[in-house]
């Protein structure tokens, strides 16, 4: 792990958009991070920072096993994931919320179904109110479910409201608020910490530039 360019794992998908110009504005070599290709594995010109390509939820797993030094990840992913990790920086975008929503102007049932891509949080949200809920897993288009029955009530991530909006959800109640966070091995954050403070330091002034 002590060798090599340091590695950090890049979720695929939205927040890349995001990432770029940060890690851009903080001096990073970022022609990789938004390479048009299919590598999963790519270093920067100087060979000093390897970017490796990851579906979100997978990053704290990485990230934890020390396969890979740092991670970008989601503070709802990582409620979910509860991997023990270190949470050096919250880089401020990917700002949305994790919300409990249902269909606009019922009420939900004593003893709801609700479905969610976040089965731990979602149980531990209701636990912790007293309500006995029934937790549906599900992996994407959770707005879906009450519209055809599967639940009563959903958890997810609202960022507009417009896709809750549209399906004539709203949200009840919110559950966390979400940001996108660098996260870091612990030993990895030790071992190596001559290389990953100098970057969290710079990735931490552009994060303060832009806010
Ligand atoms: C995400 C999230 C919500 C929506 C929130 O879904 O799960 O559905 O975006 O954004 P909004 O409040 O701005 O409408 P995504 O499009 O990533 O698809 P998925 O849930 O099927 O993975
Ligand atoms: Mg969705």
Do not use: H, W
Request: proline share 7%; aromatic share 4%; with cysteine.
């Amino acid at each position: 792990m002590n060798e090599g360019p340091l590695s950090i794992a890049v979720p695929k998908g939205r927040i890349l958009k995001a990432l770029a110009p940060l890690f851009s504005r903080a001096g990073l070599d970022v022609g990789p991070l938004v390479a048009d290709d299919r590598r999963l594995v790519r270093d920067d010109a100087a060979g000093r920072l390897r970017y490796v390509f990851l579906k979100p939820d997978d990053v704290p797993t990485y990230v934890e096993y020390g396969a890979v030094d740092l991670g970008i990840a989601g503070r709802d992913t990582l409620l979910e994931k509860k991997a023990d990790l270190y949470t050096p920086l919250d880089l401020g975008i990917g700002r949305c919320r994790l919300a409990v929503a249902g269909p606009r102007g019922k009420r939900a049932p004593d003893v709801p179904r609700v479905a969610t891509k976040y089965p731990r949080v979602t149980a531990e949200f209701f636990a912790k109110k007293g309500i006995q809920a029934e937790v549906i897993p599900v992996s994407g288009s959770v707005e879906l479910a009450p519209l055809v029955g599967l639940s009563d009530l959903i958890v997810d991530v609202v960022e507009t409201g417009k896709t809750l909006e549209e399906n004539d959800l709203e949200v009840i109640e919110t559950v966390a608020e979400v940001s996108t966070m660098l996260i870091a091995n612990r030993a990895a954050y030790k071992l190596r910490a001559a290389e990953i403070r100098p970057l969290c330091e710079a990735i931490g002034k552009a994060v303060a530039e832009s806010a």
